[in-house]
């Protein structure tokens, strides 16, 4: 990895700016290589669009979607307005980074540069290509970790020592080790003066146009600003924590999860302040299973990432981390991409894939119990390779996070940590467990219950026995 795990090292000059690299942390909240540069001098936090990052995955489908790309630009404009009221400001490229950045050490003289290390093959190719260029005219790189609630350095194991299972991840973290409290954001902030960029539009960057759909009731804005009034607003205003773990699972209504995802993501909101937030909680009203569970949802986020750090590609890889060769079926046969099709568009005849599919495709987002029933049927039901549902959810998730992503997907298809063999959704049961008065099926199916209702695209228990077949050959089962 790139960098360091450390909390970074003292600057040589004091008078020379630091440049900040943003890529998924963008606030100024619990931000330490923020920190570390404004405790020396002037900085220049400064984000590149990258192209690459406007491409299409080997699917075909845009790597950015559009619901993303939304996100992202209110995010910047927030970002820029926060680092406006402190006295500073928000730079804005189009470019590689390892092309960019250089070329602005140049122009300001600058020495050093901190940013976030990230924790997967893609982001840390870019890291290392931007360590080559700057390292080349002499400018220093300090890499500092802050996407997680736990630190690597305070885990009770090494990372190549990570526990094969959550459950025991879980039990080691909970006993052993202590997350580090969230700094406060920087009162004032010194840019230099710059040119900072315009924050160009959906249309500028050739995104597909977003079009209203009545249907959406979760349309999550970008921006620190958004994320802390979220958590506000169901921790203390609505008092939902009290309720969590009873709600989670709800498919309907806004408030019955956190719906921080989005923020988690794309770095608007720090998972230490959050935990924060459940500990003043607990102490100033309830502590319960509900506050217990927000957390053991945080330790997850950080055991993905975790995974990928240990791991390394696997996560991405159609075997997996138990390495299984399966029979996946794949986009080469014209029966499987219609099949896919089906399953992308929301008409596989069941009503509670299709409504969480098209909830997908509307808004950007679906819940978590949701996409767990969908990632199944695509998976257990068709048999379709998982790494083609992973990546039609990168494109469009607002919430999207590549190890929580890619992580959920190697374990609902069997091949990844925890993985229970073949386990499979019964959505029959799942639809009469969690929209069991079918209120999330008719909000997103107008044409339920009607002839022009698509039927069922295969047998539920027939085609899950027919994969579980290949599943149990695949790893040696009699």
């Not at 996407?147 to 094969?164: I, K, N, S």
């Not at 957390?295 to 138990?322: C, H, K, M, S, T």
């Not at 099949?339 to 808004?363: H, I, K």
């Not at 029959?428 to 929209?435: G, I, N």
Request: proline content about 6%; hydrophobic content about 40%.
């Amino acid at each position: 990895m790139a960098g360091t795990l450390g909390l970074g090292r003292p600057f040589t000059g004091m008078h020379t700016p630091a440049i900040l690299w943003l890529r998924n942390d963008l606030r100024l909240d619990d931000h330490h290589p923020l920190r570390a540069a404004v405790a020396r001098g002037p900085v220049v936090p400064i984000y590149c669009l990258d192209p690459r990052q406007l491409g299409t995955l080997p699917s075909g489908v845009p790597k950015t979607g559009a619901f993303r790309l939304r996100f992202l630009l209110e995010t910047l404009t927030d970002l820029r307005a926060a680092y406006r009221a402190r006295g500073g400001d928000l730079i804005v490229r189009m470019g590689r980074p390892d092309v960019v950045l250089p070329a602005l050490a140049q122009q300001l003289g600058a020495t050093h540069l901190v940013y976030h290390e990230e924790a997967t093959d893609e982001e840390l190719r870019v890291e290392s290509a931007v360590e080559a260029a700057l390292t080349a005219i002499g400018v220093s790189c300090e890499g500092f970790w802050g996407h997680t609630l736990y630190h690597p350095d305070d885990l009770p194991f090494a990372l190549d020592e990570l526990p094969d299972t959550f459950t025991t991840y879980r039990k080691h973290i909970e006993r052993d080790a202590a997350p580090r409290a969230p700094i406060d954001a920087p009162e004032r902030i010194t840019t230099p003066a710059i040119d900072p960029g315009a924050i160009p539009t959906l249309d500028a960057l050739g995104a597909a146009s977003i079009p209203d759909d009545a249907r959406v009731l979760f349309r999550p804005r970008g921006g620190e600003t958004t994320a802390r009034a979220r958590l506000q607003h169901f921790i203390w205003d609505a008092d939902r924590l009290r309720t969590y773990k009873d709600t989670r699972n709800g498919l309907l209504s806004v408030d019955d999860s956190s719906k921080l995802s989005p923020w988690l993501a794309l770095g608007a909101l720090s998972p230490r302040r959050v935990w924060s937030e459940v500990l003043r909680y607990e102490r100033e009203r309830v502590a319960n299973d509900s506050t217990y569970w927000m957390i053991f949802e945080l330790l997850w986020r950080d055991y993905f990432r975790f995974v990928a750090v240990r791991w390394e590609n696997a996560i991405f890889q159609r075997p997996g981390l138990q390495r299984l060769t399966l029979p996946w079926r794949t986009l080469r046969d014209a029966r499987t991409a219609d099949d896919f099709a089906q399953w992308t568009a929301g008409t596989t005849g069941y009503p509670l894939v299709d409504a969480a599919m098209q909830e997908l495709a509307a808004s950007g987002y679906t819940s978590n119990r949701a996409r767990q029933n969908v990632a199944s049927f695509l998976t257990k039901n068709l048999g379709i390779d998982w790494t083609l549902g992973a990546e039609w959810f990168e494109s469009l998730l607002v919430d999207y996070d590549v190890t929580s992503n890619w992580g959920n997907w190697t374990y609902s298809a069997g091949v990844g940590n925890d993985a229970r063999g073949f386990r499979f959704f019964n959505i029959h049961k799942q639809s009469a467990q969690y929209d069991p008065d079918g209120a999330f099926a008719r909000h997103w199916l107008p044409a339920l219950g009607t002839s022009a209702y698509p039927a069922l695209m295969v047998d539920l228990f027939a085609s899950a026995k027919s994969h579980e077949a290949k599943y149990r050959k695949a790893v040696g089962w009699t």
